[in-house]
């Protein structure tokens, strides 16, 4: 990986969407190479792959937690009692 692959990693990571021949004016590079590049980059699992960020605000979504509890019981009444409390 050069600073070729890392200019277009950074331009991916803060919007997945441009358009190659766009990324590929700002580094430099023909449309083609550029393309080939991320191509590369997603065969090699570098980029894992192309998601959306979401606006929790706007989806009326609050925090999402996920909670690992470890006991030693497990029957129906530990877990009647953790639902109560």
Do not use: Y
Not at 10 to 32: H, Y
Request: charged share 20%.
């Amino acid at each position: 990986m050069d600073k070729l692959d890392r200019a277009i990693l950074q331009i991916l990571q803060t919007d997945c969407t441009r358009p190659v021949a766009e990324i590929a004016d700002q580094i430099g590079l023909g449309s083609t190479a550029c393309w080939r590049r991320i191509q590369k980059l997603e065969e090699s699992g570098i980029i894992r792959a192309r998601v959306a960020l979401l606006d929790g605000h706007k989806l009326n979504v609050g925090v999402v937690v996920f909670v690992s509890i470890k006991t030693t019981q497990h029957n129906a009444h530990w877990l009647a009692q953790f639902h109560a409390a």
